[in-house]
T-cell receptor, first 110, second 112 residues
Framework: DAGITQSPRHKVTETGTPVTLRCHQT?????MYWYRQDPGHGLRLIHY???????DKGEVSDGYSVSRSKTEDFLLTLESATSSQTSVYFC?????????FGSGTRLTVV | QKEVEQNSGPLSVPEGAIASLNCTYS??????FFWYRQYSGKSPELIMF????GDKEDGRFTAQLNKASQYVSLLIRDSQPSDSATYLC????????????FGKGTHLIIQP
């Protein structure tokens, strides 16, 4: 998606290991979000950021932390991955009412 | 708990017919309402958003909002096979920039 990239696109990791997902934007938007999408649950908000070093928790924040040291980068960290964190993770940016999603990261915890 | 409800489907519609997708939300303070389309394995794409009661049209798509009934719908006219996808209803419940609350989506199938 134009202006927003996620890395990696796919990752397989072992239970108990730390994992960091990266979201990078070139749009200079203030607001950034991390969602997870699971069958039967839809998209659920994990954390969001409203500026550099300004972040807040979403609906399903347990087990996740985030950091935003630069406007363009929003990092999502699973401190100790569990099988319940196997999911597709989407980053989004917003400008007014326009939310744009990245292509997603498919994370599998084995 | 703030919720957005959608029928998961699948909703099957003949090609050329009108597809009607529905969504209800729990928070009366919600201010803006969105419809996204998501193809399998892809990211959500914004179709349109609506703020005010009534209808909003964009090409073959019409969003309808009834705040008194806490109900929002999406009509797709002249449905095409390429419209087959999952349609996500989303609501900005806080009115701020603290993210959207999504329904679980309705799987739409357009039958040629």
């Amino acid at each position: 998606d134009a202006g927003i990239t996620q890395s990696p696109r796919h990752k397989v990791t072992e239970t108990g290991t730390p994992v960091t997902l990266r979201c990078h934007q070139t749009e200079n938007h203030r607001y950034m979000y991390w969602y997870r999408q699971d069958p039967g649950h839809g998209l659920r908000l994990i954390h969001y950021s409203y500026g550099v070093k300004d972040t807040d928790k979403g609906e399903v924040s347990d087990g996740y932390s985030v950091s935003r040291s630069k406007t363009e980068d929003f990092l999502l960290t699973l401190e100790s991955a569990t099988s319940s964190q196997t999911s597709v993770y989407f980053c989004a940016i917003s400008e007014g009412e326009y939310y744009t999603f990245g292509s997603g990261t498919r994370l599998t915890v084995v | 708990q703030k919720e957005v409800e959608q029928n998961s489907g699948p909703l099957s519609v003949p090609e050329g017919a009108i597809a009607s997708l529905n969504c209800t939300y729990s928070d009366r303070g919600s201010q803006s309402f969105f419809w996204y389309r998501q193809y399998s394995g892809k990211s959500p794409e914004l179709i349109m958003f609506i703020y005010s009661n009534g209808d909003k049209e964009d090409g073959r798509f019409t969003a309808q909002l009834n705040k008194a009934s806490q109900y929002v719908s999406l009509l797709i006219r002249d449905s095409q096979p390429s419209d087959s996808a999952t349609y996500l209803c989303a609501v900005n419940m806080g009115g701020g920039a603290d993210g959207l609350t999504f329904g679980k989506g309705t799987h739409l199938i357009i039958q040629p």
